[in-house]
């Protein structure tokens, strides 16, 4: 029984010593992933949480977009670089943001410049540039007259793109509202009329 303690030590110390020569130089750290399972929970929140931000970023940029449909138009109806009330709330809107405004401000481009049969592609095009630094213009002198909480409004920087509007158009619901009280008055039920797209 004397021998059984030390022979079994030494076989187990030879084992020990022909497994190291097997496997190597490696560690415990270098055969398992050591930060699971917290990577896999990240690459997993990211996978979930980046279309999200996304998103969320393409919506602060539309709202922080000052639209055609903010611009007042002249007696004719062309389109002018003068604010309207709608362009002034959104940007008096922008000014009083907590805890600091978004100096970066969007522009949609001049869209509203009227498409004429006959008048050269490149002269619209330069009719649209024009009036989109005549609204840039705009939109910095009114802002110089406000005064953000980040900072002095000097800061502000206008940048131009070509996003479609996201809305629905308001004569829709005015529809339906005006064809409900008709057909109040008329003792008759309401009728949905399709909606048209026109602009008029």
């Given at each position: 029984m004397k021998?059984?303690?030390?022979?079994?030590?030494?076989?187990?110390?030879?084992?020990?010593?022909?497994?190291v020569?097997?496997?190597?130089?490696?560690?415990?750290?270098?055969?398992?992933?050591?930060?699971?399972p917290?990577?896999?929970?990240?690459m997993?929140?990211?996978g979930?949480?980046?279309?999200?931000?996304?998103?969320?970023?393409?919506g602060?940029?539309?709202?922080?977009?000052?639209?055609?449909?903010?611009?007042?138009?002249?007696?004719?109806?062309?389109?002018?670089?003068?604010l309207?009330?709608?362009?002034?709330?959104?940007?008096?809107?922008?000014?009083?943001?907590?805890?600091?405004?978004?100096?970066?401000l969007f522009l949609?481009?001049?869209?509203d410049?009227?498409?004429?049969?006959?008048v050269?592609?490149?002269?619209?095009?330069?009719?649209?540039?024009?009036?989109?630094?005549?609204?840039i213009?705009?939109?910095?002198?009114?802002?110089?007259?406000q005064?953000?909480a980040?900072?002095?409004?000097?800061?502000?920087q206008?940048a131009?793109?070509?996003?479609?509007?996201?809305?629905?158009?308001?004569?829709?619901?005015?529809?339906?509202?005006d064809?409900?009280?008709?057909?109040?008055?008329?003792g008759?039920?309401?009728v949905?009329v399709?909606?048209?797209?026109s602009?008029?």
């Open positions: 021998g059984f303690i030390t022979k079994n030590t030494l076989r187990l110390c030879l084992s020990g010593a022909s497994l020569s097997l496997i190597g130089c490696y560690h415990y750290r270098e055969l398992v992933d050591p930060c699971w917290e990577r896999y929970n990240a997993a929140r990211h979930v949480r980046d279309p999200f931000y996304a998103q969320a970023d393409k602060h940029l539309l709202e922080q977009t000052v639209w055609n449909w903010m611009f007042e138009t002249d007696k004719a109806g062309a389109p002018t670089e003068n309207n009330g709608a362009g002034i709330a959104r940007l008096a809107q922008i000014t009083r943001t907590l805890p600091a405004p978004d100096m970066q949609q481009t001049a869209q410049i009227p498409y004429t049969n006959g050269a592609p490149e002269k619209i095009v330069a009719q649209r540039e024009q009036m989109n630094r005549r609204r213009d705009s939109i910095l002198r009114f802002m110089s007259t005064t953000p980040g900072g002095g409004s000097g800061a502000f206008v131009v793109h070509d996003f479609a509007p996201t809305y629905v158009p308001g004569h829709h619901p005015l529809l339906a509202v064809n409900f009280e008709k057909g109040l008055k008329n008759m039920p309401q949905f399709p909606p048209t797209y602009t008029k």
